[in-house]
Nanobody, 114 residues
């Protein structure tokens, strides 16, 4: 079992920045990849960014603005979000992937005002 706790969401004006954190605990040695997803009202949950080892990938909509990173000593993954836009408003979820199952955090709200 892996437990994920997100923090760092909030309200920010367009053009501003936020950093999300996701602290993992439990059987973290079994995790192969970690990522951030988001879900806006009335829309499906979508991948924002993922990190596997040193390999990162991003949704086209956030490429160049968001950066995912991890601190293995702290079992924590971060999402640095710069140049935020109103369309980035959503609940952001941390995800941890094992071979046969996924784990999810409780979500943190990010609201970008225009």
């Amino acid at each position: 079992q892996v437990q994920l706790v997100e923090s760092g969401g909030g309200l920010v004006q367009a053009g501003g920045s936020l950093r999300l954190s996701c602290a993992a605990s439990g059987s973290v040695f079994s995790v192969k990849a970690m990522g951030w997803y988001r879900q806006a009202p009335g829309k499906q949950r979508e991948l924002v960014a993922r990190i596997t080892g040193r390999i990162t990938n991003y949704a086209d909509s956030v490429q160049g603005r968001f950066t995912i990173s991890r601190d293995n000593a702290k079992n924590t993954v971060y999402l640095q979000m710069n140049s935020l836009k109103p369309e980035d408003t959503a609940v952001y979820y941390c995800n941890a992937q094992e071979i046969f199952r996924d784990y999810w955090g409780q979500g943190t709200q990010v609201t970008v005002s225009s």
